[in-house]
Every structure is written in C-alpha cells, then in structure tokens.
C-alpha cells in the first residue's frame, strides 16, 4: 500500500489501494486548500519530488498543461499514487484538523508495515501465502 510524505514537514500518510493522494490526505485528519475535487479547477496542484502517480480520469489540458504534466506537478484530487511518493505543497503548509482520523491512519501504517516485515522475513511475498491449512 502507497505512503504520501509530505515535503519538508516529514508527515507520512497510508493510502489505500487506488486512493487518490487528496483522498488519502483528508481521510488522515489532514487538509490543505481544494477546490472543486474532481479534477476541474487546479487548485490542488501540489509538487511531487519523487515517486510517481497515474490519473485515472481524463485531465483537461486547462487544467494541466502539457508541461505540467512532465514537471511533476500533480492534481491531488486525481492522482493515484503507483507506489510511495513525496510531495510538497504550494504556498502553505498542510494542517492536521482532525487528529482522531490521523491516529487510525497511523494504526493502518504500523500494521501494513508490521506485515510486510512478516512477509520480508518469512521470504514469502503475498502470491507465495498459501491460506490453505
Ligand atoms: S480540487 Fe479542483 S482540480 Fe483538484
């Protein structure tokens, strides 16, 4: 499952498959300046430092330019992170609003990591786990 660290502060988000970083973000108690939520007036735009994300919905080329689309500028409401990526904001700084939502984000981290580290010390990945007993 992907992470979102967000630049410079050092926050670490967990998403959940398919997740857009937007999504991902609110849903952890965080939030920052948004607008429409569907992919129509840009203001979500935030840079991605590295890492990287697909959009699963058409983006107008109003909204993103072709240049934009190659400078790693990403519209968080929806980008689909591919793996684990960094981002930083533009002109503000994000704001935890809801710590209650950021405390079960970060129980779902520790757990997906805690199974991981299983999975990396067993030498088995996911598609090796037989569930048969
Ligand atoms: S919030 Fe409007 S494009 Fe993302």
Redesign the pocket.
């Given at each position: 499952m992907p992470t979102v660290t967000i630049h410079p502060t050092g926050e670490v988000i967990h998403l959940e498959p398919e997740e857009t970083v937007?999504s991902g973000l609110y849903r952890a108690g965080f939030a920052y300046t948004?607008?429409?939520?569907?992919?129509?007036?840009?203001?979500?735009?935030v840079d991605c430092r590295s890492g990287s994300f697909a959009y699963h919905h058409p983006i107008a080329d109003t909204?993103l330019s072709a240049d934009e689309r190659g400078d790693g500028t990403c519209?968080?409401?929806?980008a689909v992170p591919e793996g684990d990526i960094t981002i930083e904001l533009r002109g503000e700084e994000i704001r935890l609003v809801n710590r209650f939502l950021h405390q079960i984000n970060d129980r779902a981290r520790q757990r997906a990591a805690a199974h991981a580290a299983a999975i990396d010390a067993s030498g088995t990945t996911h598609k090796e786990q037989s569930w048969e007993s």
């Amino acid at each position: 499952m992907p992470t979102v660290t967000i630049h410079p502060t050092g926050e670490v988000i967990h998403l959940e498959p398919e997740e857009t970083v937007l999504s991902g973000l609110y849903r952890a108690g965080f939030a920052y300046t948004v607008g429409c939520r569907r992919g129509g007036c840009a203001i979500c735009k935030v840079d991605c430092r590295s890492g990287s994300f697909a959009y699963h919905h058409p983006i107008a080329d109003t909204v993103l330019s072709a240049d934009e689309r190659g400078d790693g500028t990403c519209l968080t409401c929806r980008a689909v992170p591919e793996g684990d990526i960094t981002i930083e904001l533009r002109g503000e700084e994000i704001r935890l609003v809801n710590r209650f939502l950021h405390q079960i984000n970060d129980r779902a981290r520790q757990r997906a990591a805690a199974h991981a580290a299983a999975i990396d010390a067993s030498g088995t990945t996911h598609k090796e786990q037989s569930w048969e007993s």
